[in-house]
């Protein structure tokens, strides 16, 4: 886990992903005092106030002028809302979006600035296992990426990319990733179920499964090919099982589905950015 910032930081939305990324940088050492937190609804609030010790404001107020970093962790539909009535009191901030499908140059024109990184994380981050992808725009110093990286790094790990649209892809991937294999771990465990099983022990098995495997794959320098080839041997149960998947076109299916969450990225872009 990344060491934590010292600077005071802001949240816009107090939702999921803001409370990942507060938990993170308290348990990485941040002060609850240099967290302010911007969230219209009341239950929200005190959830937060109870969690964290933090304070929770129910609309933007002067208060945002100290902080050096503001997190916007708004639905996309109301970003630009929400930095309307905040834009008069974080002139001074470093700018920190994960808000799904919002381009920089939106943002850019709703906050007057151009120092703006726009964060693309994923669900694993409420458990310290994140991945998230990043983009900087010119205007971000170095200074400030490496701000960023302390801030997200208390969740998980980060990759930066170089284009802005390539995020759309990471959305694709890890963004929607965890769900994906939610859906897999569904299918596994209703198998398991059919072949006799109970539910928990297929649960079970397939989870530990999924949780192997990838450590596996962190570990090894093979490649996810390579690993899988390791264990298909012709002939076997494996090879029965992978060639049925292979004839049904399950993986060309997987990527096609993959590239629709990319254009839906892309959409949203479209949608929520003016």
Request: net charge neutral; aromatic share 6%; glycine share 8%.
């Amino acid at each position: 886990m990344s060491q934590a910032p010292s600077s005071r930081i802001a949240f816009i939305g107090g939702g999921n992903m803001a409370s990942a990324i507060i938990g993170g940088l308290i348990a990485s050492g941040l002060p609850a005092t240099h967290i302010t937190v911007v969230e219209p609804f009341a239950a929200a609030r005190e959830a937060l106030k109870h969690k964290f010790g933090i304070d929770a404001l129910p609309a933007a107020t002067d208060a945002l002028t100290a902080a050096e970093l503001v997190v916007w962790a708004v639905k996309p539909q109301t970003f630009k809302d929400a930095a309307a009535t905040a834009v008069a009191f974080t002139t001074q901030a470093l700018h920190l979006s994960v808000a799904a499908g919002i381009t920089t140059d939106s943002i850019s024109q709703w906050l007057g600035s151009g120092r703006i990184v726009r964060a693309m994380p994923n669900t694993p981050a409420l458990v310290g296992k994140g991945m998230t992808g990043l983009f900087a725009r010119d205007e971000v110093t170095p200074e400030g990426k490496a701000l960023i990286e302390r801030v997200i790094g208390t969740t998980g790990q980060f990759v930066w990319v170089k284009a802005e649209d390539q995020l759309d892809a990471v959305t694709a991937m890890s963004g929607s990733g965890p769900a994906y294999v939610f859906l897999f771990l569904e299918a596994m465990t209703q198998a398991g179920v059919d072949m006799g099983l109970s539910t928990e022990q297929s649960y079970r098995l397939a989870l530990a499964t999924f949780q192997g495997a990838s450590e596996l794959a962190a570990r090894s320098d093979e490649s996810a090919a390579v690993l899988r080839e390791r264990v298909t041997s012709k002939g076997g149960t494996t090879h029965a099982a992978i060639t049925h998947m292979q004839q049904a076109e399950l993986p060309q299916h997987f990527i096609a589905a993959l590239r629709k969450a990319e254009a839906r990225a892309k959409e949203l872009a479209a949608e929520f950015g003016k």
